[in-house]
């Protein structure tokens, strides 16, 4: 119940009420989120495909890595902050979603994919480049992190299909 009252004190603020009651301000939040998702996913999925060797694969995974990373992080930046905007909106009725809930927890999971393949493969693709093939762990990295990103992809538009319990 903590968890419940500190969302419902977060949506409560006058910051969040008018962000939520605002004909223009949350539809253009939500939009901004969309486009952000376009493109943060759109350069995640070109990093995952050249790293299962489906797409580009006459381009060095370096240098697909290394031009595609400021647009991911803009995207990410961007898509998290509008995220955060549209759940302090809504944050009690978040709290009853499970497709939030399954959201947030696929989000740890990227963490951790992050941290177990930054080094190995992400950091090291002029490395991987040298090989004649491309190795297992660079592979598993890309499936892996296709997977979770479509899943979160699906679980952040199943958000708006679950409705909160009526107070």
């Known amino acids: 119940m903590l968890l419940l009252s500190l969302a419902r004190w977060v949506e409560s603020t006058e910051f969040f009420t008018y962000i939520r009651g605002s004909s223009y301000t949350y539809p253009a939040i939500l939009s901004l989120h969309m486009v952000a998702i ?3 996913g759109g350069m995640i999925l070109m990093t995952d495909l050249r790293l299962l060797g489906w797409a580009m694969r006459k381009r060095p995974l370096s240098e697909v890595v290394d031009q595609l990373r400021w647009p991911k992080r803009i995207g990410f ?9 549209l759940f302090g909106s809504k944050a009690g009725d978040y709290y009853f979603n499970s497709f939030f809930r399954l959201k ?3 989000l740890f999971l990227v963490i951790v994919h992050a941290l177990i393949f930054r080094k190995g ?3 090291s693709a002029t490395e991987l480049d040298r090989a004649p093939r491309m190795p297992a762990k660079a592979k598993l990295a890309g499936g892996l992190s296709l997977v979770l990103w479509i899943a979160i992809f699906c679980a952040g538009r199943g958000i708006g299909f679950i409705l909160a319990p009526a107070p």
């Open 38 to 40: 376009a493109l943060f």
């Open 77 to 85: 930046v961007l898509a998290a902050t509008c995220g955060i905007l």
């Open 104 to 106: 947030v927890s696929l």
């Open 121 to 123: 493969v992400y950091n």
